[in-house]
């Protein structure tokens, strides 16, 4: 069945180094794709957005790729920080506004 | 910024309870939809709604129905609590098209309520 999914589930990157969390699709029909974060005790929380007829958008410290061809979705967060420890999550937007979700991967910092 | 208010953190209930979730937001959105966030599973869409009065079945409809009566208030119902709902429930809310809004939009969540039914 059609999913939105990440390859790894765990991430550990070493302080000041950039990291890079890769999300597949499989709904060729999706349209709009969106990065969480998610901090332990709280909802996610909006980091950045692409749409399909885009293949790049950055952010402060953030960049989306957005690869169509083979159905791929990558965060990448440049000098990662402690703060940045997290659950990030992609989604897509299918029909009637509906969001999905993947699993998520988590992103730890190490010292 | 966007405020959507679950109103309660923590919830205990025992199986075969009714359970009303409540979410409300304060931007005026016209859609909203309600999650469950499992560990391993991520989140999967229960239900949503884009207008008052109207709902669509996310893809765990099964054991859960949802109310709009007014724009700003979605409510989660578990007309039978069971053991295998104990978790954490996440409400959102976007802008819709008709809003004036571009059909792509970000969700904004609530900090969830974690259920326990025991």
């Known amino acids: 069945g059609e999913s939105v999914g990440l390859h790894l589930p765990t991430l550990s990157v070493q302080e000041g180094d950039n990291s890079i969390i890769n999300c597949a699709y499989s709904?060729?029909?999706?349209?709009?794709f969106i990065w969480y974060k998610q901090e332990s005790g709280k909802g996610p929380q909006f980091i950045i957005d692409?749409?399909?007829?885009?293949d790049k958008r950055q952010g402060q410290r953030v960049t989306v790729l957005l690869n169509k061809t083979v159905k791929h979705l990558s965060l990448q967060i440049a000098a990662t920080q402690p703060g940045d420890s997290a659950v990030y999550f992609c989604?897509?937007?299918?029909?009637?506004?509906?969001?999905?979700f993947g699993k998520g991967t988590r992103l730890h910092i190490l010292p | 910024d966007v405020k959507v208010t679950q109103s309660s953190r923590y919830l205990v209930k025992r199986t075969g309870e009714k359970v009303f979730l409540e979410c409300v937001q304060d931007?005026?959105?016209?859609?909203m939809f309600w999650y469950r966030q499992d560990p391993g599973l991520g989140l999967r869409l229960i239900y949503f709604?884009?207008?008052?009065?109207?709902?669509e079945k996310g893809d765990i409809p099964e054991g859960y129905s949802v109310s709009r009566e007014k724009k700003e208030r979605f409510s989660l119902i578990l007309e039978s609590a069971s053991t295998n709902q104990t978790s954490m429930y996440l409400c959102?809310?976007?802008?819709?098209?008709?809003?004036?809004?571009?059909?792509?939009?970000?969700?904004?969540f609530g900090n969830g309520t974690r259920l326990t039914v025991t």
């Open positions: 709604s884009y207008d008052v009065k109207m709902k």
């Open positions: 692409i749409r399909s007829n885009m």
């Open positions: 959102a809310s976007s802008l819709g098209v008709s809003a004036g809004g571009a059909s792509n939009s970000p969700l904004h």
């Open positions: 989604a897509e937007k299918r029909e009637c506004d509906k969001i999905i």
């Open positions: 709904n060729s029909a999706s349209d709009y």
């Open positions: 931007m005026d959105h016209e859609n």
